[in-house]
């Protein structure tokens, strides 16, 4: 008897290891909402979550765990610590599609607390593509990667995907797109 039970408790958390970590994805900054109004966002902006079964490790090790489901099918995660005053990320909200997600800050000065939303899309699996953006591009170990490789940002276009390739974002400083900083191309392959 003794012999089933320890079969059926390794078979059971064998199970429940096996969907640890579900997923990593890519996404890129595209807007910032502050409690003053839109901002441009910042050039290069990118970030990688890793998906697990009740928690998110935000570029690698920033954890936030699940806290809820909205009407609409996002979920919210909650930081487990808190950061420092001036830039508190106090959780992510991630669609239910996973092709957005939503990091919310309250930001500490002087006494006022003003709320920021940095709102990302989508731009790859993996950690990667937001590497790449980021200017960090991983080795791939040989052989010519980009040879047999569309971006998943721009889908082979090499135009920037948030001013479609004008260089142009009216929010922008002096009216420049902040994501390819005015060239229009895109930033996630550098093509």
């Known amino acids: 008897m003794k012999r089933v039970l320890f079969i059926v408790s390794l078979a059971l958390l064998t199970i429940l290891n096996a969907g640890?970590?579900?997923?990593t994805k890519s996404y890129s900054c595209v807007r910032v909402l502050t409690s003053m109004g839109p901002q441009a966002p910042p050039a290069g902006m990118a970030t990688w979550i890793e998906f697990y079964d009740d928690y998110i490790l935000v570029g690698g090790y920033e954890k936030f765990v699940y806290s809820t489901t909205n009407f609409d099918g996002s979920m919210q995660f909650r930081a487990t610590k808190p950061g420092p005053p001036a830039m508190n990320t106090i959780g992510w909200v991630v669609s239910k599609d996973f092709s957005s997600v939503k990091q919310v800050i309250q930001s500490s000065m002087m006494g006022m607390t003003m709320q920021m939303e940095y709102h990302f899309n989508y731009i790859g699996?993996?950690?990667?593509?937001?590497?790449?953006?980021?200017?960090?591009?991983?080795?791939y170990g040989g052989g010519d990667y980009d040879s047999d490789y569309t971006c998943s940002s721009c889908g082979g276009t090499k135009q920037c995907k948030y001013c479609n390739g004008t260089g142009y974002y009216?929010?922008?400083?002096n009216g420049r797109c902040g994501v390819c900083r005015g060239t229009g191309r895109c930033q996630?392959?550098?093509r």
Do not use: K, L, T
């Open 20 to 23: 640890a970590q579900d997923f």
């Open 188 to 190: 996630a392959c550098n």
């Open 125 to 139: 699996e993996g950690s990667h593509a937001a590497q790449n953006m980021m200017g960090s591009a991983p080795s």
């Open 170 to 173: 009216e929010y922008g400083r």
